[in-house]
């Protein structure tokens, strides 16, 4: 009899000691984890403040890394049809401006059919892809078979296909010398027009 009644004691006993260590577990878990949360919230907080410190820092950089392109080519037609060519040393992308292009050493070929190319040569050049305007800027050159110019500045509507400028222009055309005050290209060559104070020298070309 006496070992019967020790038998549930002691499983009673066992029992109560291993609730014991599970309440135990149960309290140091409940202390645990609120820590661990916050913990975790904190280190969460940090990455997102981090992330919107360096952000900025980040566009910014990219912002002022100007695109650049080395020895370009553009092949384009204006409305007609008329095909020309655009080379350059560099082509920069204006960080400001999107649609500005910016041209060291550019050189502009106008197709003629028949004939030769007019070519077009300057330092420096602004492209504006939304206007479709090419500005040619210092030392520029026009030169296609007998003709030969030289200009301070010159404009080229890729629309339209036309190269205008109103500077100061001096040449050599087909019938002689000739300076001018304005000059337009239309017609890919086809027809020269000189304005403000043109002046010339006939050079009548030899012949049997």
Do not use: C
Not at 35 to 58: E, K, N, S
Not at 122 to 130: I, K, L, V
Not at 152 to 159: E, L, N, Y
């Amino acid at each position: 009899m006496t070992d019967g009644l020790v038998l549930p004691t002691l499983r009673r006993a066992r029992e109560a000691d291993s609730w014991r260590r599970r309440s135990r577990r149960v309290r140091q878990l409940r202390r645990i984890l609120p820590a661990l949360v916050g913990l975790i919230l904190l280190v969460l907080a940090g990455f997102v403040a981090l992330a919107m410190f360096a952000a900025p820092r980040t566009r910014l950089v990219e912002a002022e890394t100007p695109i650049q392109l080395v020895s370009p080519k553009f092949v384009g037609q204006d409305r007609k049809g008329r095909a020309f060519t655009l080379t350059a040393r560099t082509a920069t992308r204006d960080p400001a401006d999107y649609d500005r292009v910016i041209l060291d050493q550019p050189v502009l070929l106008l197709r003629r059919d028949p004939g030769e190319p007019i070519r077009v040569s300057a330092r420096t050049g602004d492209f504006n892809e939304s206007e479709h305007i090419l500005k040619l800027k210092g030392d520029v050159r026009l030169n296609s078979g007998d003709i030969s110019f030289a200009t301070g500045t010159s404009s080229f509507d890729t629309a339209l296909g036309e190269l205008v400028g109103d500077g100061a222009i001096q040449g050599v055309g087909s019938l002689g010398e000739i300076n001018a005050k304005s000059y337009g290209v239309y017609d890919r060559g086809d027809r020269l027009v000189f304005g403000g104070g043109v002046s010339t020298r006939l050079e009548p070309r030899s012949g049997p």
